[in-house]
């Protein structure tokens, strides 16, 4: 039974770096984008043939940020250069990824048991799972400090204005065009390398892998975001903490409602169940009590 | 300072529904100068200002600022030379930024925002000086999200947040049209100080007749997209508020 919760918790750090991407875009930009289930496949595929082909897993790392990047870039250039709207960008390089992705792999599903991976690098705990955990947790630490220490920068103030008041920002010197490419090129590479995560952890990769992922990062962030709201939340490094908390939360509700033995079949419709749960609560609340509480758009 | 040749603008050109805004404006702004734009709605006074500060083009007609033709130049790479305060008081700011977040962008504005943090205890303390001279207590708010303040409020610090890096131009459409009367004399009693003390190049539209005779140094009056009246400072001071008036009758 712990093992099963241990198990989420390892999950949801995996799928940790994918719920910043998200972040990024969603609460930082402002901006809807779903090339997310294209780009985690994509991180997950580059993995597969890459550690297949015996490179090192560290040296794989670098290759699955960079794709991730590419399919951001793709999408950023389709919504800023061309002027389409950033759902049907992402829609777009999405479903162009699908393709990318088979050709890459090969095959629809490619095992990765008995392949060094990055959680076999470091070998600290003689057990697996807490092997595993541990390599995981030090992964996500570094990557939210990282973060954190992004947005606080000068760029960093530059990249949430941007999604704050577009009008302000580029009388402020900023070309809005590029820094929302590089934000979303950012975000892809984040969800890539939670791909990059999710296959060595699970040792394959599949080309279904990422149907639906974003509602997972959409439902952590969400999370995140009535968290903040009820805690009051302004500092940016406790946002980040939270969007990783949220993914944590999200994970253990799916354990949870297996474990109950529901049919794994159902699980996708408990998903999106759980993330229309989050998004309503908020507002009924505020129904009852008179009056929306402020920001909780989506 | 700024030198408008032959600017002719229209909207929807070749259209049913074309309108000419600006018809032919030829127009010189010395350096240091606080010029005073007035005008019936629909005279073509925000789509000057458009076109100096480079959100909207020219559909004929060159810029120049400071000697360089700047035609092409799209706003973001006009703004080291241009800040501009909106009529609409959300406009000119981040609301979800702090107001020192507010201010670190605007101390950069004519610079490149990099991987660094800006805001040490030195630049701190630069703000809370800057903004403690309007005389409204809010340098002890600087942690505070810019949206938590009044519109009077985010008037005046986007006002002196232009002050923050160099500034050759101000451009201030309607900035009061907002604000109640007495935040409304803070922030032009602002940007007359700012003109005076810094040398800012200003230009301003107000539909406020008393504050188009009681600020600047210069008074222009546009009409159906052409300049209708252009006076000097020496031409401005003879004027009273009663003459103003009979201009719009």
Redesign the interface.
């Given at each position: 039974m712990s093992q099963f919760f241990l198990t989420a918790v390892q999950l949801s750090i995996c799928l940790g770096p994918m719920a910043l991407g998200i972040f990024i875009t969603m609460k930082v930009f402002n901006i809807p984008d779903i090339t997310t289930d294209g780009s985690y496949t994509l991180g997950a595929v580059v993995t597969a043939v890459l550690l297949s082909n015996h490179w090192p897993a560290l040296a794989v790392l670098p290759v699955c940020l960079l794709a991730g990047c590419l399919a951001g870039i793709c999408t950023g250039l389709i919504h800023t250069k061309l002027k389409i709207d950033a759902l049907l960008a992402g829609i777009l390089v999405m479903t162009g990824l699908y393709s990318v992705n088979l050709i890459i792999l090969g095959r629809s599903n490619v095992p990765l048991i008995n392949l060094k991976n990055i959680f076999s690098v470091f070998s600290i705990f003689n057990e697996e799972l807490y092997n595993q955990l541990f390599v995981a947790f030090i992964i996500i630490i570094v990557l939210a400090f990282l973060m954190r220490?992004?947005l606080?920068?000068?760029?960093?103030?530059?990249m949430?204005?941007t999604g704050?008041?577009p009008?302000?920002?580029?009388?402020?010197?900023?070309?809005?065009d590029l820094i929302k490419i590089t934000g979303l090129a950012m975000a892809n590479a984040l969800t890539a390398l939670s791909g990059y995560l999710v296959a060595q952890y699970q040792g394959f990769a599949d080309i279904n892998m990422g149907i639906g992922i974003v509602i997972t990062g959409l439902g952590s962030v969400l999370i995140a975001d009535a968290l903040r709201l009820w805690l009051n939340v302004?500092k940016i490094g406790w946002q980040i903490l939270l969007v990783l908390a949220g993914s944590l939360l999200f994970q253990m509700v799916l354990a949870f409602t297996l474990s109950m033995g529901i049919d794994p079949n159902f699980l996708k419709l408990v998903t999106a169940l759980f993330v229309l749960l989050i998004v309503a609560l908020p507002r009924m609340s505020g129904r009852l009590s008179g009056g929306l509480p402020k920001n909780n758009k989506i | 300072m700024i030198s408008l040749h032959h600017i002719t603008k229209y909207f929807n050109p070749g259209k049913a529904n074309e309108i000419c805004a600006l018809q032919d404006i030829s127009l010189e702004i010395q350096k240091g100068e606080f010029a005073v734009i007035v005008g019936a709605n629909g005279s073509g006074k925000t789509t000057l200002l458009n076109i100096i500060e480079g959100a909207e083009k020219p559909s004929s007609g060159t810029v120049e600022i400071r000697g360089q033709d700047v035609t092409p130049l799209p706003e973001y790479k006009r703004s080291r030379w241009v800040a501009r305060v909106f009529q609409n008081p959300n406009n000119g700011t981040a609301p979800d930024l702090t107001i020192l977040d507010n201010f670190r962008l605007a101390a950069l504005r004519t610079r490149g925002k990099n991987i660094r943090i800006g805001i040490d205890a030195l630049f701190r303390k630069k703000v809370r000086e800057k903004i403690s001279t309007l005389g409204m207590g809010l340098e002890e708010k600087t942690d505070q999200p810019m949206g938590s303040l009044s519109g009077g409020q985010r008037q005046a610090l986007t006002l002196l947040m232009s002050t923050m890096d160099e500034t050759d131009i101000l451009l201030l459409d309607e900035p009061t049209a907002a604000l109640d009367p007495k935040s409304a004399l803070v922030v032009m009693n602002l940007a007359d100080k700012l003109n005076k003390e810094h040398g800012i190049t200003t230009l301003l539209i107000t539909h406020n007749l008393k504050d188009a005779l009681q600020n600047g140094s210069r008074l222009i009056q546009l009409q159906e997209g052409k300049i209708l009246r252009d006076l000097n400072t020496e031409n401005k001071n003879r004027l009273s508020l009663p003459d103003i008036y009979q201009w719009f009758e």
């Open positions: 220490y992004l606080l920068t000068d760029f960093g103030i530059a949430r204005a704050n008041n009008a302000m920002t580029k009388s402020m010197g900023i070309n809005n302004t | -």
